[in-house]
């Protein structure tokens, strides 16, 4: 999968980065609010102009002009382009909205392959279709629409989801170019300032929604001259060829990034995203902050490292790090930062602000000294055994401190 070209393809952010376009949009704020609750208020007539008057160019007329006062504002290049006859309409997918704003310029209808049914279906301008007898069925039941006498035409996405329209297109499915040999491509461009068209994880209602918070949204249109498969051509090269003239046509690079490939990148983008935990020890915010940015082998590396600082608080990862690094083992590293315990640098922990810390504890007399090993490698087993031994009579008795004074014991308990 094209992971560059899926980042450019969508927008994951609903606000631009640039600091000055930011600053714009907190100005515009208050007058986007306002524009929303009067649009909202002007948007219900809508609807009910639409439901009340009869399909015909009057009231494609009358809808229009409204949804221009709702900000979504419709051009359309080469209008005598457009075929009468055809029976399938072939257009890029940008917006939750882009089959009314076909649907405004010409009648036709689109069928709803996913989503919701009955009244939010029909209230959208959607087709509805039985979509549970599989793909097959539903491909026999439209091309029985179109070969139909007096139907309107039908107008698909091939893409099946939407982009940003900026950078590419989506891979167009075979199945739509089954239904019959000729077909008309239609090019939508749109375009908004200050905020994205759309984010992938939002759903019809937001995008509804910010589409009455924007200044405007304007819908570009073109038709293209109708397009007939060649004898010998499969579906798929069909299929490919038209998305080549819609991707010449737009300026953009036709893909072969898929709606599947989509829906994995953003699955990828959610479970990249660091998981904030509510409680954090601040002896491991540091350690935590690495976990984050290791990989795999250092990962356990820096779990060790977290249970050599639960019993040596004042070594710095970085020192507990290093001589893990070395020795991979707990008990090794914690044995050689006790012996060499006056050439390892303490880490500062706020003694000065909350009185004596448990460093002052460590270095006082009451505190069993431990006997550093021996400089040299004894000579017989016997010796090795003693500075061994010595070790960890040493480490056993400095955890047994350490469990005294984090219980609030008693030495005699």
């Not at 439209?142 to 950078?167: H, I, K, M, V």
């Not at 405007?216 to 001259?225: A, K, Q, R």
């Not at 004898?231 to 991707?247: P, R």
């Not at 431990?370 to 055994?385: E, L, M, Q, T």
């Amino acid at each position: 999968m094209e992971t560059r070209g899926v980042e450019d393809m969508f927008d994951f952010r609903r606000f631009p980065k640039d600091a000055l376009v930011l600053l714009l949009l907190l100005v515009y704020f208050p007058v986007g609010v306002c524009l929303t609750l009067i649009r909202i208020f002007i948007g219900v007539h809508v609807f009910l102009v639409s439901c009340a008057l009869p399909e015909s160019f009057i009231r494609r007329f009358i809808v229009r002009v409204m949804c221009s006062v709702l900000g979504m504002h419709v051009r359309q290049k080469n209008p005598r382009s457009r075929d009468k006859n055809t029976k399938l309409y072939i257009c890029n997918h940008v917006t939750e909205f882009d089959h009314n704003i076909i649907n405004l310029l010409a009648s036709c209808n689109t069928p709803q392959l996913e989503g919701s049914t009955g009244f939010v279906c029909w209230a959208r301008g959607f087709m509805e279709i039985h979509s549970s007898f599989g793909q097959g069925a539903i491909g026999e039941s439209l091309q029985r629409f179109c070969s139909t006498e007096g139907t309107p035409p039908l107008l698909l996405f091939p893409e099946e989801d939407t982009t940003n329209g900026r950078a590419g297109l989506l891979k167009f499915s075979s199945w739509p170019f089954s239904l019959t040999d000729s077909i008309q491509p239609v090019a939508l461009r749109v375009t908004r300032p200050l905020i994205a068209l759309s984010t992938p994880d939002s759903s019809w209602l937001m995008e509804l929604f910010w589409t009455f918070f924007a200044p405007c949204t304007v819908y570009h249109v073109s038709w293209l001259p109708t397009v007939s498969r060649q004898d010998g051509e499969s579906t798929q090269e069909f299929a490919n060829k038209v998305q080549e003239l819609l991707a010449c046509e737009l300026g953009l690079v036709s893909t072969k990034i898929t709606k599947a490939d989509k829906a994995e990148h953003i699955k990828r983008k959610r479970h990249t995203v660091p998981q904030t935990s509510t409680t954090v020890r601040p002896a491991s915010i540091g350690l935590g902050f690495m976990v984050q940015s290791l990989g795999t082998d250092d990962h356990r590396i820096a779990k060790m490292a977290q249970q050599v600082k639960d019993v040596l608080p004042h070594v710095p990862l970085h020192v507990i790090t290093k001589d893990l690094a070395k020795t991979n083992c707990v008990d090794t590293t914690i044995t050689n930062l006790l012996e060499n315990k006056e050439e390892t640098p303490t880490e500062a922990t706020g003694a000065s602000t909350f009185g004596p810390s448990k460093n002052s504890c460590y270095s006082s007399g009451s505190v069993p000294t431990v006997k550093p090993a021996a400089k040299s490698f004894g000579k017989s087993p016997a010796d090795r055994h003693l500075s061994l031994q010595e070790r960890k009579d040493a480490l056993y008795n400095f955890a047994r401190r350490r469990y005294i004074e984090k219980h609030g014991l008693d030495q005699e308990d």
